[in-house]
């Protein structure tokens, strides 16, 4: 099955500090990824859609100064959350469609933020 | 309204029964839905997709879907104790966007 990887599981960092996080497609090739956040007892929230080779597409409310999109090859996605402060904290997770055209998504193991 | 709607429980179930695990979307023009199983701490995994009217089975996963009735539903049968989790329902919007309902905390009580 399609396997997708991020990197770090997990991250401490202070408040004022940028942070990157990777996400990558092991198996396969992915145009698009698809970045997640989950606060504590909620469900998974859509931040951004990552496009190979163009801008990210942001979902209303997200800032795209702040959760800066890049998607350079057909297997790596990142995510750098700019200028963190503690209500960034969440647990961040990616995800690519499996095969082209279909609509099933795998989710890497995510990227748990917090920023003191 | 929110899109997709689930009861989020916790649902209380005895090792060996069914759970059942329900969900409503409003988008009338939904097509595919999905079934997720997060564990606390982890993220989600697929448990089943299901795209037509009526049952699919996969081993003790049954979904079902009602179109008409905007409710697509999951039975659990013979339900064990590492089935306790949180499970998502999940609806493609537009280009292979999901949204997620916010989720069914089940617990299988040996």
């Known amino acids: 099955g399609a396997v997708v990887s991020q990197h770090p599981s997990w991250v401490i960092c202070k408040s004022g500090t940028s942070v990157k996080i990777e996400c990558r497609s092991l198996?396969?090739?992915?145009?698009?990824m698809f970045w997640y956040r989950q606060f504590p007892k909620q469900s998974l929230m859509l931040m951004a859609t990552?496009?190979?080779?163009?801008?990210?597409?942001?979902e209303q409310g997200v800032e795209k100064d702040k959760f800066l999109i890049n998607h350079a090859s057909l297997t790596l996605s990142t995510l750098t959350v700019t200028s963190a402060h503690p209500e960034d904290s969440s647990f961040y997770i990616c995800s690519a469609p499996g095969l082209a055209g279909q609509e099933t998504q795998y989710f890497g193991p995510g990227t748990r933020l917090l920023v003191l | 309204q929110k899109e997709v709607e689930q009861n989020s429980g916790p649902l209380s179930v005895p090792e060996g029964a069914i759970a059942s695990l329900n969900c409503t979307y409003s988008d009338r023009g939904s097509q595919s839905f999905f079934w997720y199983r997060q564990y606390s701490g982890k993220s989600p995994e697929l448990i089943m997709f299901?795209?037509?009217?009526g049952d699919k089975e996969d081993g003790r996963f049954t979904a079902q879907l009602n179109k008409a009735s905007q409710y697509v539903s999951l039975l659990i049968r013979d339900s064990q104790p590492s089935d306790s989790a949180t499970y998502l329902c999940a609806v493609v919007q537009g280009a292979q966007k999901l949204v997620f309902g916010q989720g069914t905390r089940l617990t299988i009580n040996p």
């Open positions: 198996d396969f090739q992915a145009t698009t």
């Open positions: 299901i795209y037509s009217n």
């Open positions: 990552s496009n190979e080779g163009s801008k990210a597409t942001y």
